[in-house]
């Protein structure tokens, strides 16, 4: 299975990203049907990859997942069975779904992890019969802030997410508006908490020890208020939906932490780990 995808969402933050990417897809397509829809080719998220489109399959969307990666797939699988809706997917293992066409494709923090992104929304925008999700690394938080201090005081190593040049509106803007017109945007996944401070599959409060000079112990503290390393969500258990076993107590939990989702651009800029962006395709 490819090392960049994770097998399990780890960790309350992975919780709160993995809630609020569900509630921005249910706002964004209250209003706007969609039959089908394609998640996935490929993946930035640092949980289970592939699931963004989850919620739009409880409302009906047939969704096409496509992954280059099998056994990613049957996770996949395993969690639209788990949820209910395993009649609503499609799974590819490939690098793209061919010639098709869907009403909606969305691709998540994945610009940053392609050859050419700029080729790569040509090609999304592509599938797309009238919407395309974009969601990239934002460049702008605090967290971003304390990460590029940290990386002062260490060796050199792979170039971050957030300084790609995919991530900066100025850069991806102009390449979305060539494919299309922009209905709306947002910062989403705003929790107090930094970002960049954790490897897939690993929770945020020891990484925030560890990694964060000087005031990552205090902040790790806080955080570990519940003991939310006890949420380690996959197949079998994935309660992000209402109804499902561990929805209220996910949202107990959450509840303790301040969060700036939807409450205006200056504090979605200060504290979004991503920015989203819906445009319309058609011609």
């Given amino acids: ?30 209003d706007r049907p969609v039959s089908t829809a394609l998640d996935g080719v490929v993946d930035g998220m640092g949980g289970i990859p592939g699931v963004h489109l989850l919620g739009l399959a409880r409302r009906g969307t047939k969704v096409t997942v496509c992954l280059p990666d099998r056994k990613a797939l049957s996770i996949v699988r ?3 069975r788990t949820v209910g809706v395993e009649d609503k997917l499609v799974p590819i293992e490939a690098a793209g779904p061919g010639a098709g066409k869907f009403d909606l494709v969305m691709t998540f923090n994945a610009l940053q992890e392609v050859d050419d992104w700029r080729a ?3 090609k999304l925008a592509g599938w797309s019969g009238r919407w395309l999700v974009v969601s990239v690394t934002s460049p702008f938080s605090w ?4 990460r590029k201090l940290q990386r002062l005081i260490q060796p050199a190593g792979r170039p971050e997410r957030y300084a790609h040049p995919a991530v900066f509106p100025a850069n991806l803007v102009p390449e979305l508006q060539r494919v299309g017109r922009i209905v709306d945007e947002a910062y989403v996944d705003c929790p107090w908490w930094p970002d960049h401070v954790v490897s897939a599959g690993t929770s945020i409060f020891d990484a925030l020890s560890a990694r964060v000079p000087l005031i990552g112990a205090q902040i790790a503290s806080r955080a570990r208020r519940g003991d939310p390393d006890a949420f380690r969500f996959g197949p079998g258990r994935f309660p992000y939906f209402e109804g499902m076993p561990g929805y209220e107590e996910l949202l107990r939990l959450l509840a303790k932490h301040p969060a700036f989702d939807g409450r205006g651009s200056l504090l979605g800029r200060v504290f979004g780990h991503h920015h989203a962006w819906l445009i319309d395709v058609s011609k």
């Fill in 78 to 80: 395993d969690i639209y």
């Fill in 143 to 146: 967290g971003v802030q304390v």
């Fill in 1 to 30: 299975m490819n090392e960049a995808y994770g097998t399990l969402d780890v960790g309350l933050g992975t919780a709160y990203e993995r809630l609020v990417i569900y509630r921005l897809l249910d706002r964004w397509f209250a």
């Fill in 120 to 122: 790569h929304v040509q």
